[in-house]
């Protein structure tokens, strides 16, 4: 299996966050009649419950395969990252937009903004420290690409889950004490109803790039362009294989990467070096690509002449 860090210890960081930061914002909410605020909080239940779902995606991935899905149920980890991307852009974005838009239309004055301020810092400590711990453990992952091809193009649904909603609070908290602060200075309440409107135009952005990207995932994505070089290296490293004749390959999870593949042999072979031969490219491109789980050669005998006549 491929060197990775552990998407569930980022998930668990961000729920222990996240719940802390909940019960905060709605007693400062209460007590200030904060759009913005309030917000937050709702923003802060659907991150809450979110990491919920990616736990449960996770567990029910675990079942083995039966006769119904014979290649397992690893694409739970796809499918309830795709919901939580859903809960985000209606819990989350839409709910911000409204209260925004009643606020700017019906301004009025925050009780006690002192105590949102500070609950506001201390929520950004808190997910400050969450989005620390998405980062350390998406790091072996990211390698040497930049966090915007990692969210592109990982193959692991919920490290960019947390990343972004991380991301997406804090600069969310930024809004929010930016509209209660301006509210305060200028008294004029119109500016909590602005910072609430960024929020929720922040989360609908955050909300669609994964949706589009969960959705990617969840119809199959097949091997990166690295993994798809190193199992074709792998396979030609022996001579008696003259070619790859047709390659396909699907992520059914995470770390359960399928290849499929017709390869043309030299002619005259015998049963027994086939099988040998299979064997070994089989391990071979094990060893190249550690998340291959399932691999599945057709061997057919290599013959110039049609070689030619495809060309």
């Avoid at 209460?30 to 659907?46: D, N, Q, Y």
């Avoid at 449960?56 to 796809?78: I, K, M, S, V, W």
């Avoid at 070619?243 to 399928?258: A, F, H, K, N, S």
């Amino acid at each position: 299996m491929a060197v990775e860090g552990d998407s569930k210890i980022a998930i668990l960081a961000a729920l222990g966050a996240n719940t802390g930061i909940m019960i905060a914002k709605f007693v400062g909410a209460f007590i200030t009649g904060s759009s913005s605020m309030l917000a937050e909080a709702v923003h802060s239940v659907a991150d809450t419950g979110n990491e919920a779902l990616l736990l449960l995606g996770r567990r029910r991935a675990e079942q083995g395969p039966d006769t119904l899905h014979p290649f397992g149920y690893t694409r739970n980890r796809y499918f309830y990252s795709f919901v939580v991307a859903l809960i985000l852009f209606t819990m989350g974005s839409l709910f911000a937009l409204n209260e925004a838009v009643h606020k700017i239309r019906f301004p009025h004055e925050l009780e006690s903004p002192a105590v949102a301020i500070v609950i506001l810092l201390v929520s950004m400590a808190l997910e400050a420290a969450s989005f620390r711990t998405a980062r350390l453990q998406s790091t072996p992952l990211k390698g040497e690409h930049s966090w915007w091809h990692f969210i592109r193009n990982t193959r692991n649904p919920e490290l960019p889950v947390v990343l972004l909603e991380d991301l997406g609070a804090l600069v969310g908290l930024l809004f929010a004490l930016a509209g209660v602060s301006l509210t305060v200075l200028t008294g004029n309440g119109v500016w909590d109803g602005v910072g609430t409107l960024l929020i929720g135009l922040l989360l609908g952005v955050n909300a669609i790039v994964l949706i589009v990207e969960t959705k990617s995932l969840l119809i199959g994505e097949g091997a990166t362009a690295a993994e798809d070089s190193a199992i074709r290296a792998a396979l030609l490293a022996d001579p008696r294989i003259v070619r790859v004749l047709r390659m396909q390959t699907q992520y059914l999870g995470p770390e359960d990467l399928l290849v499929n593949a017709k390869i043309a042999l030299r002619a005259g072979l015998d049963v027994a070096e086939v099988g040998e031969l299979i064997d070994a490219a089989d391990d071979r491109i094990r060893a190249a690509a550690p998340n291959v789980d399932i691999v599945y050669l057709e061997p057919d005998v290599f013959r110039p002449e049609k070689a030619a006549a495809t060309a």
